[in-house]
């Protein structure tokens, strides 16, 4: 991401806490939320992985090929999963776009630097394919916060992270695919 260090910091920390609830809401689900879940996660703490400041840690160049290996093999996962319906098309989409942006940010790929990683040329790579994700990402941002807005306003009381002896709270797992939904959209915006 271009920009100050500054969103690179916000965006791993948001990111990050985003893959842990994620993970605690994994450990309380079962069968296929449960999977849902740790796909989340996996998305949260990739896309905190790849928002770590310059300043902080400058990855190796190996890195950015495991990202795109790792997050290849989660888009075959879901694609897979993808024939059962539910929310696997949506992991599709992102772990193409995790794999789309591990590309871009290679060094000497073409891409640009994200929050001051990798090399190759600012503005290089496949606009017409970032505007496609960055499209996506708009109007699945604006549907989900949509179907947030009710489901926040019909809460009953309860607090934690886990309520109600290991049952998610459904608000709080709309409001993760919401903030990583916004992270996607940053960091897709940085390239």
Do not use: K, Q
């Amino acid at each position: 991401m271009h920009g100050p260090a500054l969103s690179g910091w916000l965006l791993m920390v948001l990111c990050a806490a985003t893959g842990v609830y994620c993970l605690l809401r994994a450990r309380a689900g079962t069968g296929e939320t449960r999977r849902a879940a740790h796909a989340e996660a996996l998305m949260g703490f990739g896309m905190a992985a790849m928002a770590v400041p310059a300043a902080l840690f400058t990855p190796p160049g190996w890195a950015w090929a495991a990202y795109t290996v790792l997050f290849g093999g989660a888009a075959l996962r879901s694609a897979w999963a993808a024939r059962r319906g539910g929310h696997h098309l949506h992991h599709l989409v992102g772990s193409l776009a995790m794999v789309h942006m591990a590309v871009a940010m290679a060094p000497g790929a073409g891409g640009s630097p994200h929050a001051g990683h990798g090399g190759g040329v600012p503005g290089a790579g496949l606009p017409l394919l970032t505007g496609a994700l960055l499209l996506y990402y708009a109007l699945y941002v604006l549907g989900a916060a949509g179907r947030l807005i009710p489901v926040a306003a019909s809460a009953g009381a309860g607090a934690g992270l886990v309520a109600g002896g290991g049952h998610a709270r459904p608000e709080l797992a709309l409001a993760c695919r919401v903030t990583m939904g916004l992270a996607m959209l940053a960091m897709l915006a940085g390239l």
